[in-house]
Every structure is written in C-alpha cells, then in structure tokens.
C-alpha cells in the first residue's frame, strides 16, 4: 500500500512540474535517514528484580536510556511521566525497552526501584531501573553517554543530572535526528525529556529504527 501511494505521488509530480522536478521533490518528501553517533560502551548493571542486566540485555533491541535517581525532587518526575507517554506507545512491542539507571545507587537498591516503578506505573516488560557501582555508573553517564550526572550538596536533592533521553539502536550505536537550527540541518544527538515536542520526535524515530 505503501508502495502504491508513493507511485501515484510521483505520477502527480510528473503531472504538474514536470520530469525535472521529481528528484528535487521526492528527495523532500523521503523521511531523512537518522544520525549514527559512536556505540554505548559495555555495561553491566541490576534491575529492579535483582537480575543482571548488560548490552546483550538489549541486542537485536531499539531501547532509550535515562539517567534519575528515585529521591529526585526537580526534574525525574516529568521525565519519567514523559517516559510513560513512550511506554504507552510501544506497550508490548518485544523490540523495544527502556533503561532507567540511578545515579544514586547507594541508595536506589534492587527493592526501591521495584517499588518505584510500581508506583510510577512502568509496567513494560523490557523496562529496566538499573542500579550498581557509581563509579561504573557515572564513568557511563559522563565518558560513555556524554550526559552530566554528579553530586552537589548544594542543589535540591544532592545530585545533578541531565534531562535528557538517549536513543538507541538495535545495534547498541545512539541515533538521533537533524532539526533546523538557524536554517541549518543540525543533530540534536539527545532528547529533551521535559519537552512534549521532543518526546514526540522521539516517538516518531523510535518507530523508524524499529522498521530498520
């Protein structure tokens, strides 16, 4: 069906603009393909249920990963209320999951995040609230994903994190998409996970690395 409307979308092309216009007008028309940045390193972490949970947790998988911390007083709550928007729209799919690894893991142990994610309503089969060393953890935070997470005394909570989502794909390299920027095509490389349009995006590319 697909393929039979994009024959008839051409032919229209042809029809009014003539054989010339059609590469220029079905290459606008074609979704653009997403970036490919550099592979998540290996990890090795806890989930809610006290199971190991690494890459090969998620190979063959399109997943999104979130740095939070239960006891986050800011930011965590939207970005997980937003997270549940992704849940509902890929609920049951066996190809997609979600990592949300604590930066606090001292305290979010295996049995806080099992109640945390009850609470929250996160009942995708392949979300996993992750825990484990910090010092592994921020060494992936902050090396590997390239999103702050650090202690600060000084802030609400004791602990600074970014807000941001990361897109993953079956192949374990981050993907994200190009927006106009100042009339420039630039990646965006992260969503932010407290804006409602951005969330969308990543809905919209979570679907095509699924078809990929």
Known sequence: MQKKYTYIGVAFIVLVFGT?????IVSKLQPKPLVKFEKVPNFSLVNQYGKIVNNNTFKDKVYVVEFFYTRCPTICPKMNKNMLIIQ???????????????INPSYDKAQILLDYAKEKGATLKNWYFLTGNKD??????NTGFKLYAGVNDEVKGGFEHSG???????????RSRTIKMGGMENPIKFYDGLNLNQVEMLKQDIAKLLAE
């Open 164 to 174: 941001l989502f990361a897109l993953i794909d079956k192949k374990g390299f981050i």
């Open 88 to 102: 509902k729209a890929f609920y049951g799919n066996p190809n997609f999951g979600i990592a949300s690894i604590s």
């Open 20 to 24: 010339w216009a059609v590469p220029k």
């Open 136 to 141: 592994s953890i921020y060494q992936l935070s």
